[in-house]
């Protein structure tokens, strides 16, 4: 009987823990724009130029594309809070996608380079 009690306070406990601690729709954001900060600054090294110029103009690039994106992301980021974990959603051109889940204070995010390459092609 008094492992049972023990059990239910543990998990009693966790849950109150996964609830004051469920991420909010600026850490998705946070999270997803460091994601797509992290690949398109991988993307501007790997296809640099060596003139000044045009180390110049890809650091510009990439600069106002970051802008641009972290105003995509703030409009087209729904998230959804389940108590004990969030989910981050994209809706783009009527399609949904999972990009991000929260729990326990930090946001994992299920995309990765040829994800945003892709989104930015089309």
Known sequence: MNSKITLLLI???????????????EAHQNAIMDE????????????????NLEIGLSLLGGSIASKLLTTVVESTLRVRNY????????SIE?????V????????????DADDISNSLDD
């Open 11 to 25: 998990v009693v406990a966790v849950a109150l823990v996964a609830v004051v601690t469920c991420p909010d729709k």
């Open 94 to 98: 009527g399609k949904s996608k999972t």
């Open 36 to 51: 797509i900060n992290t690949s398109m600054s991988k993307e501007i090294s790997e296809n640099i130029g060596d003139s």
């Open 100 to 111: 991000s889940v929260g729990c326990f204070g930090h946001v994992f995010t299920f995309f």
């Open 83 to 90: 108590f004990v974990f969030s989910t981050g959603e994209i």
